[in-house]
T-cell receptor, first 112, second 116 residues
């Protein structure tokens, strides 16, 4: 079973509109990482959240981690074509030095 | 510039042949990882290595092999036993002894393997 659920699977928004992508786990997360990927390329790190209730912003992208550390959201304000791509959440699921677990990704398209 | 390189970017092989994908990093990271990405599947872990001369199977290791003879290098061999090898392969690295929740993984540009 998928340990990290991302929603929606895909999203088409008009340029200038806001949008939110969600990442949910049934377990408490030790760290939550957001990455962006352009088709056929590697992943680019966006932000990392570690503490319950934490919120970080970079330019027009804001990521939040809930108090229980089981759900994170990525919010894009006033979307632009440059925001298009696949957004993936990755999580540190236990206390050991184990690889991150990733969600299936959300494909975002921004239309003019 | 520090980073992770993967080569080649595109790779074609005939069915039944083994092929090796290269991954090199100059970030002085102890841990390295191989993921496979298929449409709609996200990233699935193939193998990972947390230290030289040691590696662990991930969720989908069957049909793959790796070696970690040097800290900088973690090549992945896709063997003929892998039933559906056509995919996008991503290599990543990170520090090993990290503080909990600070294990950012750095990714290479990926190799797209197509079996003809």
């Amino acid at each position: 079973s998928q340990e990290l659920e991302q929603s929606p699977q895909s999203l088409i928004v008009q340029e200038g509109k806001n949008l939110t992508i969600n990442c949910t786990s049934s377990k408490t997360l030790y760290g939550l990482y957001w990455y962006k990927q352009k088709y056929g390329e590697g992943l680019i790190f966006l932000m990392m959240l570690q503490k319950g209730g934490e919120e970080k912003s970079h330019e027009k992208i804001t990521a939040k981690l809930d108090e229980k550390k089981q759900q994170s959201s990525l919010h894009i304000t006033a979307s632009q074509p440059s925001h298009a791509g696949i957004y993936l959440c990755g999580a540190d699921m236990d206390s050991g030095n184990t690889p991150l677990v990733f969600g299936k990704g959300t494909r975002l398209s921004v239309i003019a | 510039d520090g980073g992770i390189t993967q080569s080649p970017k595109y790779l074609f092989r005939k069915e039944g042949q083994n092929v090796t994908l290269s991954c090199e990093q100059n970030l002085n990271h102890d841990a390295m990882y191989w993921y496979r990405q298929d449409p709609g599947q996200g990233l699935r872990l193939i193998y990972y290595s947390q230290i030289v001369n040691d590696f662990q199977k991930g969720d989908i290791a069957e049909g793959y092999s790796v070696s970690r003879e040097k800290k900088e290098s973690f090549p992945l061999t896709v063997t003929s036993a892998q039933k559906n090898p056509t995919a996008f392969y991503l290599c990543a690295s990170s520090i090993f002894w990290r503080e909990r929740g600070e294990d950012e993984q750095f990714f290479g540009p990926g190799t797209r393997l197509t079996v003809l």
